[in-house]
Nanobody, 124 residues
Framework: QAQLVESGGGLVQAGGSLRLSCAAS????????MGWFRQAPGKEREFVAG????????RYADSVKGRFTISRDNAKNTVYLQMNSLKPEDTAVYYC?????????????????WGQGTQVTVSS
């Protein structure tokens, strides 16, 4: 049974940084795009960043461009999200996801594996 487990969330002041990790087990996802999504209370789940299986192609939501960086280490079956210059509006539960496609998509329903989420809270 494939499983994704996120870690690295927490409470940070505005302007600070966090690094999220998503460790996969049960199968390899080196040929699959993976993405980070987030969901704030009362809002829909939204795309944050995605990376292709090889790691060559990445895409970001406009709201995080220049502040967040997605990367992956296929030898460790792990995807990362480095978040810098955090803002209070980045507060949300962050989810890792993997899909059958090779290129990351922004639509959540195109991903078929999800982690349980990790809370990120940015105080002003």
């Amino acid at each position: 049974q494939a499983q994704l487990v996120e870690s690295g969330g927490g409470l940070v002041q505005a302007g600070g940084s966090l690094r999220l990790s998503c460790a996969a087990s049960g199968r390899t996802f080196s040929n699959n795009a993976m993405g980070w999504f987030r969901q704030a209370p009362g809002k829909e789940r939204e795309f944050v960043a995605g990376i292709s299986g090889t790691g060559i192609y990445t895409r970001y939501a406009d709201s995080v461009k220049g502040r967040f960086t997605i990367s992956r280490d296929n030898a460790k079956n792990t995807v990362y999200l480095q978040m810098n210059s955090l803002k209070p509006e980045d507060t949300a539960v962050y989810y890792c996801a993997a899909g059958p496609q090779a290129i990351p998509q922004i639509t959540p329903r195109l991903y078929n594996y999800w982690g349980q989420g990790t809370q990120v809270t940015v105080s002003s």
